[in-house]
């Protein structure tokens, strides 16, 4: 019998109206590491 695998890759994009920087430097970091442990 056969066997198949699939890898599927998936990217998030997130932007707001009018691509304003509304994120603050001293946050990106630590939000950057919050959405990688809910997507993960």
Same mark, same amino acid.
């Given at each position: 019998m056969?066997?198949?695998y699939t890898q599927l890759y998936t990217q998030f994009v997130f932007s707001v109206k009018g691509r304003e920087n509304?994120?603050? &430097?001293?946050?990106?970091? &630590?939000?950057?590491?919050?959405?990688?442990?809910?997507v993960t």
């Open positions: 056969a066997n198949t509304l994120i603050k &430097e001293r946050f990106r970091d &630590e939000l950057e590491k919050v959405i990688c442990g809910i």
